[in-house]
């Protein structure tokens, strides 16, 4: 293989990998993990079943990384949050960028919550260890900004559990909120109108009029 094929390569790996990952959403959000099969994912992929294989051993190492790569989605939009961040901006993008994953990848949300409903056999050291970890580094930065006196003194954790339901529901509940405002589906429009709702009164709560 020379140079130049190798990047080109890479581009189809990469190519290949995200439409396997696609198709696996579609498949395990219709018909959950157990009624799942790799041969349904190559199907809806438009792939041999044995290049599923050949990118993911099992079906269990691919809903493993399709719940990484949703989680992966939602915490990196904290990354940059620290004591001296402006907790409206924070906080503000937050929610705008998780209701517009909840708008635009609507399926990682409803996987995430299904795997949750059912105990979280697949995620639940990560639960116990990264995500626990995760939401005690975002608290203490979110008790710096009440300690500086940047916020209201209000409960860090239940603030972020807020903000993850608030946004998730329109993903998770969208048929019910759908038929309520009798929408076919949400517009732009919609989302820009939940997303200032939301951001209006979860700031208002805080003390970031």
């Known amino acids: 293989m020379t140079t130049q094929d190798a990047p080109k390569k890479s581009k189809i790996r990469e190519r290949n990998s995200q ?3 696609k198709a696996a959403e579609d498949e395990f959000v219709l018909h959950g993990y157990k009624g799942t099969s790799m041969q349904s994912i ?15 051993k099992n079906k269990a190492n691919l809903y493993q990384t399709v719940l990484e790569d949703i989680m992966e989605n939602w915490n990196q939009i904290l990354d940059d949050m620290t004591p001296e961040s402006d907790p409206k901006e924070v906080l503000t993008r937050f ?18 919550a299904m795997e949750i409903i059912q105990g979280a056999p ?3 050291q990560y639960i116990s260890k990264d995500m626990r970890l995760w939401v005690k580094e975002k608290t203490s930065v979110i008790q710096s900004w009440i300690d500086q006196g940047k916020m209201k003194p209000i409960d860090p954790t239940h603030l972020i559990f807020m903000i993850w339901a608030t946004t998730q529901h329109y993903a998770d509940f969208s048929t019910q909120v759908l038929e309520v405002m009798n929408r076919r589906e949400y517009e732009k429009e919609d989302i820009d109108h939940i997303t200032a709702f939301l951001t209006s009164m979860i700031l208002s709560g805080c ?3």
């Open 122 to 124: 697949h995620i639940k």
């Open 19 to 21: 439409q396997i990952l």
């Open 207 to 209: 003390g970031l009029e």
């Open 95 to 112: 929610i705008r960028s998780k209701m517009q994953l909840s708008y635009s990848n609507p399926n990682g949300s409803k996987i995430f």
């Open 42 to 56: 190559a199907d809806r992929a438009g792939l041999p079943k044995a290049n599923i294989h050949y990118y993911f």
